[in-house]
């Protein structure tokens, strides 16, 4: 796919690095030079633009991408003007093919969200935000884990097996019956050696579970249920 990133900070920066390292076609643009400088051989093309100039915005591929992300953080005033340029370029619908470009901005706090929640736009970023309930699950149970959000109460949630999981069979766990969680998957880390002869941990998913398998240590159990449910697994445990 082809994005255009708008904001090439910290979080712009790593987006489109992260991007165009899984083979998207990358196009950044920001009024910095030395962030476009730091980015411009990572990506297919770099802009120092003024975005928040009509005229210069119009330099930029609009009408020939999928995907345009505003990640314009520090600024408030330009990122709404930035959005609002590019709702008035009718950039929600690109002409006759057959694919939509849309957009996406990240909302620095609730006004910035509450403004730009007005202009219907396909997807509002909050990385904030989200890296503070990655925070508050962090310390609430107090151990590595990933969690993915699904709404107000339920999420899938990665974590390292509990010391006390190991050695047992999977169908023994009961984390079904005893703590209404689903386990939709294992990541199994297998010791590799590479080419420098160095051992290595390297993790492998296993969709399918026999009940005679037994969990080992190291391994991750990734699971869905609702957030208060892992609560008290967690305390249970």
């Known amino acids: 796919m082809k994005y255009i990133i708008i904001g090439l900070g910290n979080y712009g920066?790593?987006?489109a690095e992260e991007l165009s390292a899984l083979g998207h076609e990358i196009i950044g643009a920001d009024i910095s030079e030395s962030r476009?400088?730091?980015?411009?051989d990572k990506v297919a093309t770099a802009f120092v633009i003024d975005a928040t100039d009509e005229q210069s915005l119009s330099v930029l591929p609009l009408n020939s991408v999928d995907i345009v992300i505003v990640a314009i953080g520090e600024n408030f005033g330009a990122s709404i003007r930035v959005?609002?340029?590019?709702?008035?370029?009718?950039?929600?619908?690109?002409?006759?093919?057959?694919?939509d470009a849309r957009i996406y901005a990240r909302a620095i706090d609730g006004v910035h969200k509450a403004v730009l929640e007005a202009f219907n736009l396909e997807?509002?970023?909050?990385?904030?935000?989200?890296?503070?309930?990655?925070?508050?699950?962090?310390?609430d149970f107090g151990t590595n884990m990933e969690g993915f959000r699904i709404?107000?109460?339920?999420?899938?949630?990665?974590?390292?097996?509990?010391?006390?999981?190991?050695?047992?069979?999977?169908?023994?766990?009961?984390?079904?019956?005893?703590?209404?969680?689903?386990?939709?998957?294992?990541?199994?880390?297998?010791?590799?050696?590479n080419?420098?002869?160095?051992s290595l941990m390297e993790l492998?998913?296993?969709?399918?579970?026999?009940?005679?398998?037994?969990?080992?240590?190291?391994?991750?159990?990734v699971c869905y249920g609702r957030y208060r449910d892992f609560q008290a697994f967690w305390k249970a445990i």
């Open 13 to 15: 920066h790593v987006l």
């Open 151 to 193: 709404d107000q109460d339920y999420y899938v949630v990665k974590f390292t097996v509990p010391e006390k999981f190991v050695g047992y069979f999977v169908n023994e766990l009961n984390l079904d019956e005893e703590f209404h969680l689903k386990m939709i998957g294992l990541k199994r880390a297998n010791k590799i050696t």
């Open 36 to 40: 476009v400088d730091s980015i411009k």
């Open 123 to 139: 997807k509002i970023l909050t990385p904030e935000e989200d890296a503070a309930r990655s925070l508050v699950q962090l310390l």
């Open 195 to 198: 080419c420098l002869g160095i």
């Open 83 to 99: 959005v609002a340029l590019l709702k008035q370029k009718k950039v929600p619908r690109i002409f006759a093919r057959a694919i």
């Open 204 to 221: 492998h998913v296993k969709n399918e579970l026999p009940a005679d398998e037994k969990v080992e240590e190291g391994d991750e159990l």
